[in-house]
């Protein structure tokens, strides 16, 4: 089992920073890959980042070039940075952890970008 406890969510204003936590653990030997998908209001959820252990990195196209994903392995930690966004980046955002064949789901936390 694996447990992820998401924070950093919030309010900011459209052009500002947020940065997002995403702490697993349980028996969490070999997590790979974590990352973060988001879900707007009355849309579908989509992947927005995720990394490997090995520091591989994919983005969604949308966020390509403001937002940045890393992971601290020694604490089981994957952290979203977004800088410059926009009232369209306004989500629940979950973050997700692969293990054992199984993707593992954070309860979510609301980021809010006001125009």
């Known amino acids: 089992q694996v447990q992820l406890v998401e924070s950093g969510g919030g309010l900011v204003q459209a052009g500002g920073s947020l940065r997002l936590s995403c702490a697993a653990s349980?028996?969490?030997?070999?997590?790979?890959?974590m990352g973060w998908y988001r879900q707007a209001p009355g849309k579908q959820r989509e992947l927005v980042a995720g990394?490997?252990?090995?520091?591989?990195?994919n983005y969604a196209d949308s966020v390509k070039g403001r937002f940045t994903i890393s992971r601290d392995n020694g604490k089981n930690t994957v952290y979203l940075q977004m800088n410059g966004l926009k009232p369209e980046d306004t989500a629940v955002y979950y973050c997700?952890?692969?293990?054992?064949?199984?993707?593992?789901w954070g309860k979510g936390t609301l980021v809010t970008v006001s125009s």
């Open positions: 997700y952890a692969d293990y054992a064949g199984v993707r593992y």
């Open positions: 349980g028996s969490i030997f070999g997590v790979n890959p």
């Open positions: 990394i490997t252990s090995s520091g591989r990195t």
